[in-house]
């Protein structure tokens, strides 16, 4: 029986994966159950953690999209580069799966700022006359659900976050021991790219 419900894990990790490479979508719980419902499973059935899905998606990298994930990876990290550069004065911190190199094709760059408010992110955009939309996240940090702010935007085609975190948040989020987010600071990400070292930025 033991032996039945890890193979029922490993399938839906696996097809949780595939639903979150080719589909873009990036809620792990919704993935799994797409995947449940997709296998024709039955409850009840034991459903894989988090971590296990994401190394199902690294593993579905490895085996199907070596190649192209590459490129894809690289040319994320490039455009992340030119974004954070843009947003210097915030500190800004790329995070997620495009430091790791899991960012599926429809995965958008997450970078981190420090800011108090969001008024000085956005009179950048204004004074460099950059289109933006202005929306807001909720994520449990530290204990607390926290709401923020986010400017999203299009560089080079690809679709950017700038979460904007008060500094006690900003702080929690990118060196909290509890944080379990991979971080590059600017100057990692211009090293991963001139040198391909590996992209565990944490500082």
Avoid: W
């Amino acid at each position: 029986m033991k032996h039945l419900a890890n193979k029922e894990k490993q399938l839906i990790a696996r097809e949780s994966a595939k639903i979150l490479i080719e589909e873009g979508i990036e809620d792990f719980q919704l993935a799994k159950q797409k995947a449940v419902k997709r296998l024709g499973l039955r409850p009840p059935h034991p459903l894989p953690r988090n971590e296990e899905i994401e190394n199902a998606v690294g593993e579905y990298h490895r085996l199907f999209r070596s190649r192209i994930q590459d490129l894809h990876i690289r040319k994320l990290r490039s455009v992340a580069l030119k974004a954070m550069t843009f947003l210097e004065l915030f500190s800004p911190r790329l995070v997620g799966n495009v430091v790791d190199g899991s960012a599926g094709q429809h995965s958008p760059v997450v970078i981190y700022l420090s800011a108090e408010n969001p008024e000085p992110v956005v009179i950048s955009f204004l004074n460099a006359k950059f289109p933006f939309a202005q929306s807001s996240r909720r994520r449990l940090i530290a204990g607390k659900q926290t709401v923020y702010p986010v400017i999203e935007f299009i560089l080079d085609g690809i679709k950017i976050e700038a979460h904007i975190l008060a500094a006690t948040l900003f702080r929690e989020c990118v060196q909290g021991r509890k944080s379990s987010l991979q971080t590059a600071t600017m100057d990692h990400v211009r090293k991963i790219l001139d040198h391909d070292l590996p992209a565990d930025g944490r500082d």
